[in-house]
């Protein structure tokens, strides 16, 4: 018995061993540092679970895998804080249910009308830079110019959101109908709320006119939409299977249709084994998933992680 306890020890320790050895390398990757002892070893706990989490899962033949990203070392409660997205409750559609659509598909990114990732730190901010982003491409689509508008903009001036607490992708777009973009260039993210900034002379010049719902539950209405627009779209995206995504076709029905992110969809293809795909563009820097985009299944319905729920898009 005491030889078995041995061994359980040392199996144990060899394991931990493995796993801070991880976490250290992970320290160096990605810049972190730490305050104290105390923070570190809360970070090493967190690391932990995350770093178990991939490991099961990767050693399924899932269609996707899971990786280390700037958010392994948080805990629960702070990634839950920066997923405020407001759902807007019963989605009315603007535009009438498309019931037929021919093509095969659409990209915005490669057509050259999406910038680089931005990352919207730990502020809950995620609705201006889905509202922005939509703007971008409309602006790119419509007149050929991507600029790179200012999402501190929204979070400091838009008073029918929330700021770093929250807000809506639509309420974005209504604010820069009676507001010009400021490009970010001239009005930096700061990612924590401010005094708002905006300057009638020290602008871009572009509004937008108005926005559209896009039919919610439909992927050939979403698929219309994008031959001629970048959406912002609603997401949940709390569950560890999202948190940790980091490349294939996202295929899991387990990450929920409770509204808490938003995003948007430049674009969609078809994968030979899994059939067509959303081409998702987030607002988590680099590190997180393909180089900040998550390619997601075609569903009927409301969508992986309600995808489908919420789509709209704006005019410039």
């Given at each position: 018995?005491?030889?078995?306890?041995?061994?359980?020890?040392?199996?144990?320790?060899?394991?931990?061993?493995?796993?801070?050895?991880?976490?250290?390398?992970?320290?160096?990757?990605?810049?972190?540092?730490?305050?104290?002892?105390?923070?570190?070893?809360?970070?090493?706990?967190?690391?932990?679970?995350?770093?178990?989490?991939?490991?099961?899962?990767?050693?399924?033949?899932?269609?996707?895998?899971?990786?280390?990203?700037?958010?392994?070392?948080?805990?629960?409660?702070?990634y839950k804080a920066i997923l405020?997205?407001?759902?807007?409750?019963?989605?009315?559609?603007?535009?009438?249910?498309?019931?037929?659509?021919?093509?095969?598909?659409?990209?915005?990114?490669?057509?050259?009308?999406?910038?680089?990732?931005?990352?919207?730190?730990?502020?809950?901010?995620?609705?201006?830079?889905?509202?922005?982003?939509?703007?971008?491409?409309?602006?790119?689509?419509?007149?050929?110019?991507?600029?790179?508008?200012?999402?501190?903009?929204?979070?400091?001036?838009?008073?029918?959101?929330?700021?770093?607490?929250?807000?809506?992708?639509?309420?974005?777009?209504?604010?820069?109908?009676?507001?010009?973009?400021?490009?970010?260039?001239?009005?930096?993210?700061?990612?924590?709320?401010?005094?708002?900034?905006?300057?009638?002379?020290?602008?871009?010049?572009?509004?937008?006119?108005?926005?559209?719902?896009?039919?919610?539950?439909?992927?050939?209405?979403?698929?219309?939409?994008?031959?001629?627009?970048?959406?912002?779209?609603?997401?949940?995206?709390?569950?560890?299977?999202?948190?940790?995504?980091?490349?294939?076709?996202?295929?899991?029905?387990?990450?929920g249709t409770n509204l808490d992110?938003?995003?948007?969809?430049?674009?969609?293809?078809?994968?030979?084994?899994?059939?067509?795909?959303?081409?998702?563009?987030?607002?988590?820097?680099?590190?997180?998933?393909?180089?900040?985009?998550?390619?997601?299944?075609?569903?009927?319905?409301?969508?992986?992680?309600?995808?489908?729920?919420?789509?709209?898009?704006?005019?410039?």
């Open positions: 018995m005491k030889t078995f306890a041995l061994a359980c020890i040392a199996a144990s320790v060899s394991a931990m061993s493995e796993i801070e050895g991880a976490f250290l390398g992970y320290i160096t990757q990605f810049g972190k540092s730490y305050s104290n002892m105390a923070e570190y070893e809360m970070r090493l706990r967190e690391f932990a679970v995350k770093h178990a989490v991939i490991a099961q899962h990767n050693a399924t033949e899932e269609s996707f895998k899971l990786g280390h990203n700037k958010f392994s070392d948080w805990t629960d409660a702070e405020t997205y407001k759902s807007k409750g019963e989605h009315v559609a603007d535009e009438p249910e498309v019931t037929e659509f021919y093509g095969s598909g659409t990209n915005w990114v490669n057509n050259g009308c999406v910038n680089a990732i931005k990352d919207q730190g730990q502020c809950g901010s995620c609705w201006a830079f889905s509202a922005v982003a939509s703007t971008e491409g409309a602006e790119c689509i419509s007149h050929g110019h991507l600029y790179s508008f200012s999402e501190q903009q929204l979070v400091d001036c838009d008073t029918s959101c929330y700021g770093c607490n929250g807000g809506w992708a639509y309420q974005g777009f209504r604010y820069f109908e009676t507001h010009y973009a400021m490009y970010e260039s001239s009005y930096r993210y700061t990612a924590k709320d401010g005094t708002c900034k905006y300057s009638s002379s020290n602008n871009s010049g572009i509004k937008t006119k108005s926005y559209s719902n896009v039919s919610a539950d439909s992927p050939t209405s979403m698929k219309s939409a994008l031959s001629s627009h970048v959406l912002s779209v609603a997401i949940q995206a709390d569950k560890y299977v999202f948190q940790m995504y980091s490349g294939g076709v996202f295929t899991s029905t387990n990450c992110h938003a995003t948007n969809v430049v674009g969609w293809g078809t994968d030979s084994s899994y059939g067509d795909y959303w081409l998702m563009r987030n607002s988590w820097g680099t590190s997180w998933g393909d180089k900040g985009y998550m390619k997601l299944q075609v569903v009927s319905g409301k969508g992986l992680c309600g995808i489908q729920m919420e789509p709209n898009y704006t005019v410039v």
